[in-house]
């Protein structure tokens, strides 16, 4: 029986198999915290429109008492309030009843705050929690908070994460003869089987998805080969300013990536399919708990 047809009929007794599972599995540990990171903040930046749209807020005015305070006097209110810190940009509103909004920088740290131009008195932050709590999550899923050394560091587990969904297909498949029962949890089954079938059908019904997020993240952080294999199935004709399907087929890429391409309930979708690999990375380290760690523990005990 040649390697295919052993694959197709008795996939558990093809090594190949056999060492992407074991691809699979260290790459889903070693990428554990990423994973649930990642998808959280995915999740929830799906609905970045809508949330910086629902935080945003009026103007803030203020009771005009007195004369307005110039930038200097400004500048001294904010410094009373924050001290240490020095006045690096002042905005005025558009109309004079408006809070100015003065930025203040200490030791690289910014603070966005809003003062009141007659007395100076401090009004708060100058953008609304709301969209710090976004602008926060953004950067954390764009780049691990570590700058352009996170950005570079999502790209590579981007690369595993594609790994992980590409070799999660084909350790999926069950057999010929199985392959239907792996198409929905069994839940009348004992604990074990109902955790081994929600892993295997979550995997399933979200690989293709998860494989398009993990390219999709590569290509945002390293677009360069990219390009470069664009320009090679469909080189560039400099007399011919139509986009290319290869160019058309990268906007795509990135489109998917965000899931802002569809109304509300295609965004529902996106938010919802993104929980999968925090669900698929519990399920996957409850059957490597039991099958690995509790058999050795086992054995070290009887020995």
Do not use: C
Request: hydrophobic letters at 50%; zero cysteines; glycine letters at 10%.
């Amino acid at each position: 029986m040649g390697l295919i047809a052993r694959w197709i009929d008795q996939p558990r007794s093809v090594w190949v198999r056999r060492a992407l599972f074991q691809v699979h599995l260290w790459a889903g540990l070693s990428l554990a915290l990423y994973i649930v990171a990642i998808s959280l903040t995915g999740s929830i930046l799906v609905f970045r429109v809508e949330l910086l749209n629902h935080f945003d807020r009026e103007p803030v005015r203020v009771a005009p008492i007195g004369n307005r305070l110039d930038e200097a006097g400004l500048a001294a209110a904010a410094r009373a309030a924050y001290p240490g810190y020095e006045v690096t940009r002042t905005f005025d509103g558009r109309d004079p009843d408006q809070a100015v909004e003065l930025w203040l920088e200490r030791d690289g740290r910014r603070l966005q705050k809003l003062f009141d131009p007659f007395t100076g008195r401090d009004l708060g932050n100058a953008v609304p929690a709301g969209i710090r709590f976004t602008s926060w999550t953004l950067e954390l899923h764009d780049s691990l908070l570590l700058g352009e050394t996170g950005h570079a560091v999502n790209g590579a587990a981007g690369v595993l994460f594609t790994l992980l969904a590409m070799t999660g297909i084909v350790i999926w498949w069950p057999g010929r003869r199985a392959w239907r029962r792996s198409l929905y949890v069994q839940v009348r089954a004992p604990w074990k089987r109902v955790n081994w079938s929600l892993h295997s059908t979550a995997g399933f019904w979200t690989v293709a998805l998860l494989f398009i997020w993990g390219l999709s993240g590569v290509y945002l952080v390293f677009p360069g080969p990219f390009m470069a294999a664009a320009d090679f199935i469909e080189p560039f004709d400099p007399e011919n300013f139509e986009p290319r399907i290869v160019d058309d087929a990268m906007a795509w890429l990135a489109r998917l990536h965000f899931g802002r391409f569809a109304g509300l309930g295609g965004k529902i979708v996106w938010a919802a399919v993104g929980l999968a690999p925090p669900l698929l990375l519990g399920t996957g380290a409850v059957m490597w708990w039991n099958r690995v760690v509790r058999r050795d523990a086992s054995r070290g005990e009887d020995a």
